[in-house]
């Protein structure tokens, strides 16, 4: 079976062979595998899709491959800080693990911290030919064989809070909401424009979303998200749906956000992303939801993926597959990149299960 006829049969909800799989890495994992693997070609990973040849995915036996336009962009860039072309600030924080040393990238400067900033602010160019020249190039050489996903993540929320700071950002909302709005203006407009002209370019599915769920409840009010966010989710998936009604959108927050599913369904979301196991009652989710929504991820970076045993990993696949995945409706994978301390042997027992394991039926 072709990688995107398995990707199509799971969300229609149908039964394909086995189940799907899409896994990313951070660029220290993505190393540590290339080595294992033997694989000499690609030395740079975009985890969020784009800049190399798809060389590990495609190793893997994954059926998704991601293209990235827009500020996620911006992470895991090769300087130790930098300034990206938003003129958000970054540095690098080194961490430590029996397998190595990673870093990850974090926010220092935030250029419309100051009220009147924004006056005088102009965001990049999201028409720029140049930024989708790695999806044109995805789509002409891999689009026959396999899913190809356009990835516009940090869509609204995230990119605005980076600009403006992340505590400023939540007392907006209160304090000062008409600001709040133009600030969610800027990201929204310019990944709308580049979900949409990867939409017209062709691509299977869009990824859009932001976190705006904890480990135990919401980062804001459900309230809070449909004043500002909810419109603004509503018209993007209407406007990429009005461009193709068969492509499909994705929507991404990591921890709880229960409250606001019903909300992403009534507006004409396709697949949830990452079904953060640690957070969400994945049974009741499938009862609950399973008619309307697919999920995509659910494997456990938190415990499972980096401190449990292969028989563990193995087990949570197979549990996966007959909750989530009843009657069809899921695509496997870890609910983030893949990070330097999980163990090689765990990271093959989840990759060989799903790719080994036939699809149950019923």
Same mark, same amino acid.
């Given at each position: 079976?072709?990688?995107?006829d ?12 086995r189940?799907?799989?899409? +896994?990313?890495?951070?660029? /220290?994992? &993505?190393?540590? %595998? =290339? ?6 070609? *690609?030395? !740079? ?26 500020w996620?962009?911006?992470?895991y ?75 516009? +993540?940090?869509?609204?929320? /995230?990119? &605005?809070?980076? %600009? =403006? ?6 007392? *907006?909302? !209160? ?19 580049a ?12 990824w ?16 809070t ?59 009741q ?7 309307? %929504? ?69």
């Open positions: 079976m072709k990688h995107r398995r990707v199509q049969l799971a969300l229609n909800h149908e039964i394909p062979d189940c799907p799989l899409q +896994v990313s890495f951070t660029p /220290e994992f &993505a190393a540590r %595998l =290339r080595a294992e693997m033997k694989l000499a070609g *690609d030395k !740079l990973h975009n985890p969020h899709g784009g800049g190399n040849t798809y060389e590990l995915e495609r190793a893997l036996g994954e059926d998704l491959l991601l293209t990235s336009v827009g996620a962009n911006s992470y860039q090769d300087a130790w800080e930098y300034t990206d072309e938003w003129g958000i600030g970054w540095k690098s924080a080194e961490y430590e693990t029996r397998f190595g040393k990673g870093r990850y990238t974090e926010m220092s400067r935030f250029p419309l911290a100051a009220d009147d900033a924004i006056d005088h602010y102009v965001a990049p160019d999201p028409t720029r030919p140049e930024l989708y020249e790695d999806a044109a190039w995805v789509l002409k050489t891999f689009q026959e064989e396999y899913w190809i996903v356009g990835v516009t +993540v940090t869509t609204i929320f /995230e990119t &605005a809070w980076a %600009l =403006r700071g992340y505590e400023q950002m939540l007392a *907006d909302f !209160l304090l000062d909401p008409e600001l709040a709005e133009r600030l969610l203006d800027i990201p929204y407009h310019y990944h709308l424009t979900a949409k002209q990867l939409t017209q370019m062709g691509v299977d599915m869009i859009i979303g932001d976190d705006v769920g904890a480990q135990r409840s919401m980062l804001i009010s459900p309230t998200w449909r004043k500002f966010f909810k419109p603004r989710v509503a018209t993007f998936i209407a406007e990429l749906k009005a461009i193709n009604p068969q492509v499909k959108v994705a929507y991404h927050s990591d921890g709880v956000i229960d409250p606001i599913i019903p909300d992403l369904i009534e507006i004409g979301l396709d697949v949830l992303n990452p079904i953060q196991p640690a957070c969400m009652d994945l049974a989710l499938k009862q609950k939801y399973g008619r309307n %929504l697919c999920f995509w991820g659910s494997m456990d970076v938190q415990h499972t993926l980096p401190f449990g045993s292969p028989a563990d990993v193995r087990a949570e696949v197979l549990s996966r597959l007959e909750t989530l995945g009843k009657g069809g409706g899921l695509i496997l994978g870890p609910t983030h990149h893949v990070q330097l301390d999980t163990p090689l042997e765990n990271f093959w027992a989840m990759i060989d299960t799903i790719t080994q394991t036939p699809y149950p039926q019923g």
